[in-house]
Structure formats: C-alpha cells, structure tokens
C-alpha cells in the first residue's frame, strides 16, 4: 500500500502495515465532488518551475490532504493513509488488493481520523435533530467498517477541531449507527455478533457503486473476493455464498418479514413467484436485513430441542433419519446441517415441518437462531416447487421460500419469508391435513435464475408499448412526420385494455404526401397491430387538385381500401420473433415488438421501419411543373386501362 509522508506529501509504497515503522494514521471520510487522485498527488513530485510556488509538495496538495498531513505530523506520525489519493485505481489488481486488505490497514492504524464535512465545531453532538447526527459519514458504507475496525478514532469538524473519540462517545454512536457500544469498544469481539446483525448495521447505509454493498462489508466478516466491478447484485451473493463457507451462523437466512403469529396461510388469499428476490435463500441487498436487528445464532442442539419440545415429540418418535425409532432417552443424535451451493440450489438437510393442500405445499424448516424481540425460534417457510418429486424425477425436493399474504384489498398485500418453529403446527393447519415432521434432504433456491420464462401471454389489460427515443427523429430523417406524439419513454408507455379503444397513428411524408398508418389494440384478449398505406393529397399537387378530382373515385378506392382484419392472423403471439412486415415492394411497413425491461409485465418497446422504392425514394423538395404534369398523365393513363 502507498503512504504519504505526512511533512512532503510524498507517496512510498510499503507490503504490509507491520512494515511501517513507528506507525502510520489513516483518515476516514467522505469522498466530495473533486478529491486529489494518486495521479495528481504523485505529479506534485515534479520539479517547481515558477519561484512563487512552494517546493513542498505538500502546500499544493488539497486542502484536506494538506490539513490531515498537518494533523497527522503534530500527533508525531510520519506516515498517513486517504483513500482518495494511496490508491492506483488504474491498476485493477492493485484496486482488488486495496479493497480486500482495507479493513487489516483501519484495524492497525495508531489512529484513525473521522473528518466529517458536514459538521461544525460548535454546537451539541447529542442533540435529537445535531449535525452530527445527521452526518452523512453515518449513511455511508465503507465508513461502517472504518468506525468498527480502529482502535483509536478521532472525530474532527469541517474546521478540523476534535469533537470526540469513539470511545467516549460510544453510546451516541450505537444510537446513530446501531453498532452495539460494547463493540465499538472491543469489550465484545465483532464474531460473536451474529451475522444478520452485522448485516443490518449496514441496512440503511449506501454506496455509490452497488458491488461495494458487497465490498465495504468483507472484512466485518473476515472473508476475502476477487473484486469485478461490472457484477452488480451478484457481488452480495458472492459474499453471502463465502460467508457461508467460514460460518456455521444460520441467521444468514434470517431476513425479511417473520409471519405474524397464529396466521394460517391456507385460510388466507396466497400468491408466489419463482422469481421474486424474496423467494431465494440469499439476499438481495443489505436493505433486506432492515428487521433482523434481533435474529441471534442459537447451537444447532439447542434449536432442535426446542423444536422438537414445541411440536411435542417424544424422544422415541424421531430419529436422525427422519424415521421412527424404538430409542430410548432424551438424547438426540443429529446431524449438522452443513449447506453445499450446487446449480440446483442450496442443498442441506433440515427438519422441516409440512403440510399441503391440493398443489399447494408448505412447510416450516427450523433454524438455529432466535428473534429475541418475540422470543422464538425461527424456521424459513418454504413451499415446494410447483412440480412433486415423483413428477421430476428428482429424489430431493427442491423448495422455494416464501409467501404473498394479501388481504381483502391487494394493497394490503405482505410477503413473509421466516415463520415462528412453535406455531408451525398452528401456521400449516387446514382442516383434516396432516401435519409431519421429519429431516429432510432438500434443495432451496439460493439466487433467481439468470434467464426469466418468457412471459408474452400477459393479461390483456397488463400490455403496454412506447416508442425509443430515437425513432422520431429517425422517422423525420427520411421525411415522415406522426399526427400524434409517440410515447417515447416507458413512464408514458400506452397501455391498452381488451375492448378498449384503437390506438393510431398516422405518418405523412412531408414532401410526397405519402402516408401510412400504424394501429394497436387487444382483439379476443391477445395484442394485435396492423400497417397500411394510405390515400392523402400530396402537398405538391395542390394545384392539380382540379384536375384530379374527376378521378377521384377512381385511384383513391383502391389505396384506401382496408383489407378484411383478421384478429388471429394479427395477433402478436402469430408473429415470429414478434416482427412482422406490411405492404409491398413499393411501400413497405416493419413493425417489431420487443419485450422491455425497464417496466412491469407486459410492457414492450415498438420500432418501425419503412421501406420500398416509393417510401425510400429521395425527393427534391420543390417538383418542377414538368415532372408534375408527367406524374399527373401517367395516372390518367393507368386509370383508363382499369375495368369500368
């Protein structure tokens, strides 16, 4: 890692914090709209030209690299560590190497300075509605492993005035930051806090790339990744996925809504998808862990006896295999469950609690932890996949977690994910179904697939399309103009109902007067679309119009003429790759649909394009009256050969 010296500026490169001799302060901070790069800092080395400049790099250095340095060197450390400017972010295996090795630099520092921005040097710090607490140093993410790891941090105001130490300021800080006191001051080690604790200290932070979700929390749980900026969401999974290797913490799992007690899901109105972020074991996000401040890590032991003691088995009843057995005793020989992540899911063996009815079946797989704000075990509640197991041929099941609650209104709709072990028997009651108990080799989804089914049999009033930005323009390139404005973004997509109205839209050449007109609409519950060309008047035959009203009913007939609409033969699901061509060689209409992301169900993008010799065809702006009156013969000469 680079270090600067805290009297020049000067960056030097040491392998490890021991290496560093007499020590080294590091700086925590929040990075603001224009920070010093290592590029920058490092070409202040560069000889001075101009007299008036100070030779010491570090006078032109910025003001807070300069005031920290200044800091630093009163307090006798000659070295100092700030992100903003130690760090080669040009070099990605330097960036990956900085990013993993990051919380071992904050937790062996001599001190660490917490320079907040946003703060003045007066006024109180524990104040309901203080600066302080509103800091946004508070709501950042990789500042929450700089205030845990330090042993000794420093609080200074935007003017650089002390405002405290965590140490003394450690009950304020768990209030702000949900970081219990007694880890801020290393009387507890952060390992004995479970996991979706340390998750939800991070449930309201954020960051401005969303692969340091993932990255800002390596170090509170002692794991290491390779850093791929790019990944997106699947950095989180990444952790949990290593997270799971190096623990046996089962609060992993605990997150979401814990399903109230003495609910019954198979008397309520139930929905599910495969494909919800809640339906999977790992979370999507930290914002996930937002109720799972309480979730602690029980032995696995000790969960399963108070499972067993909650739903009434005897000893004699239940075995390791799930069977029943004639032992005697309360001893239970059990097996740890330990979690091995293949392409089919999560695969564990659990004691799961279940019930069914009809296709629907659910069950309670109990957890070792405990939700200490009710008191009680805590079990993911799963349903299985929509196919048995005697159908899939598959010998373990595989189960997906959780359930859509809605109530008399859809609004009132809640998703739960974790249920109560003690009122499993109460949650999976319906009638006369049976209710068993047994461990259970399954599968549980960990993560959504990467490719979603097709969904192009929406609901009719679900179908909506607009335009890309770009089509207008396009469009009036080749000279066509629409009688209406087109939805060009997906807030102002047009959303059509079955029986509903025609939507229309009608494009005319500027020049020529060609036109063609576009129609959506539902028809028998499918979309359907439909291009043709239309009769106008071209603006540069105004002065023929006389002259070319005695043919009117002649040439006007056959261009106007709407063919027969046939509902399914232009119904959308018809069209291959939901493309379909209109017209011909001359006139010649493309419209494709493409299924859109950036909107619910059922929204879809519509591009049109044109073609043939007419539509193509390059056009002075002005006919001369020559080329008119050779347009207008041929057109009399055409109509005398058709059939009176």
């Known amino acids: 890692m680079w270090l600067l010296r805290t009297s020049t500026g000067e960056l030097e490169y040491f392998n490890s914090p021991s290496d560093v001799k007499g020590g080294y302060a590091i700086l925590s901070h929040v990075w603001q709209r224009r920070e010093m790069s290592f590029q920058e800092l490092w070409n202040l080395r560069l000889p001075v030209v101009s007299s008036q400049l100070d030779s010491n790099p570090r006078s032109r250095a910025s003001p807070k690299i300069r005031e920290c340095c200044k800091l630093a060197e009163s307090h006798g450390y000659k070295w100092l560590w700030i992100d903003t400017c130690c760090i080669d972010r040009t070099s990605s295996s330097e960036l990956s190497e900085a990013v993993n090795s990051m919380f071992a630099w904050y937790s062996q520092a001599h001190v660490c300075y917490a320079y907040l921005h946003d703060v003045p040097s007066v006024g109180s710090l524990t104040r309901g509605d203080s600066a302080f607490r509103r800091s946004k140093w508070f709501t950042r993410g990789w500042t929450l492993q700089e205030l845990i790891a330090p042993r000794s941090l420093v609080f200074f105001s935007q003017d650089w005035q002390m405002l405290g130490t965590k140490a003394s300021l450690s009950a304020l800080l768990e209030q702000i930051s949900g970081v219990d006191a007694d880890v801020l ?49 699947r950095a989180f999974r990444r952790l949990q996925e290593e997270i799971l290797k190096h623990t046996s913490d089962q609060t992993l799992f605990a997150w979401g809504h814990v399903l109230p007690i003495r609910s019954t899901p198979f ?25 799972s401040a309480h979730m602690v890590s029980l032995p696995v032991p000790v969960a399963f006896r108070h499972a067993v003691h909650a739903l009434g088995i005897r000893p004699s009843q239940l075995d390791v295999s799930g069977k029943p057995t004639t032992q005697q005793g309360s001893y239970y020989k059990i097996h740890l469950p330990d979690f091995s992540i293949t392409s089919h899911g999560a695969r564990s063996r659990m004691l799961v609690i279940e019930s069914s009815l009809g296709q629907s079946v659910l069950g309670v797989a109990t957890l070792a932890c405990r939700d200490e704000s009710t008191g009680s075990c805590i079990g993911l509640l799963l349903r299985r996949s929509r196919f048995r197991v005697h159908q899939t041929g598959f010998k373990d099941p595989r189960y997906y977690v959780g359930v859509t609650m809605r109530g008399a209104e859809n609004w009132a709709a809640r998703r739960y994910r974790l249920a109560p072990v003690d009122w499993a028997p109460h949650i999976l009651s319906f009638g006369n179904a049976p209710i068993t108990a047994e461990w259970k080799r399954l599968y549980i989804s960990h993560r959504p697939s990467s490719r979603q089914p097709q969904q192009w049999k929406a609901s009719p009033s679900a179908f909506r399309f607009y335009c890309p930005a770009w089509l207008e323009v396009e469009m009036k390139k080749q000279g066509f103009e629409s009688d209406a404005p087109l939805p060009l973004s997906c807030s102002r ?29 539902q028809c028998g519950g499918s979309a ?55 017209g011909d060689s001359k006139r010649r209409i493309q419209l494709t649909f493409t299924r859109a992301d950036d909107g619910p169900i059922g929204t879809h993008l519509l591009d049109i394009r044109v073609g043939g010799r007419t539509y193509l065809r390059k056009h002075s702006p002005r006919s001369t009256p020559s080329r008119q009156m050779h347009t207008l013969s041929r057109t009399c000469a055409l109509l005398r050969r058709l059939p009176m």
Not at 203 to 223: K, N, P
Not at 497 to 521: L, N, W, Y
Not at 531 to 557: F, G
């Open 185 to 233: 001051t290393f009387r507890r080690h952060i390992s004995d806090v479970s996991v979706a604790r340390r998750m939800w200290w991070a449930s309201s932070r954020q960051t401005t790339r969303i692969e340091d979700q993932a990255y800002s929390l390596m170090g509170l749980f002692g794991v290491h990744l390779p850093t791929i900026y790019g990944e997106g969401i």
């Open 267 to 291: 008397r309520e109105r139930l929905s599910h998808s495969n494909y919800h972020d809640d339906s999977h074991l790992f979370a999507p996000s930290p914002a996930a862990f937002h109720n």
């Open 493 to 521: 997509a047009t959303q059509l109902e079955d029986g509903g109205s025609i939507v229309k839209f009608t494009f005319t050449h500027r020049s020529t007067g060609e036109a063609f007109r576009i129609q959506v609409g």
């Open 528 to 582: 359907w679309a439909s291009a043709a060309s239309i009769a106008t008047r071209p603006p540069a035959q105004e002065k023929q119009a006389v002259a070319l009203n005695a043919y009117a009913h002649h040439w006007t007939i056959p261009l106007s003429r709407t063919p027969t609409f046939d509902c399914a033969r232009n119904s959308l699901r018809s069209w291959p790759n939901g493309s379909k061509t209109f």
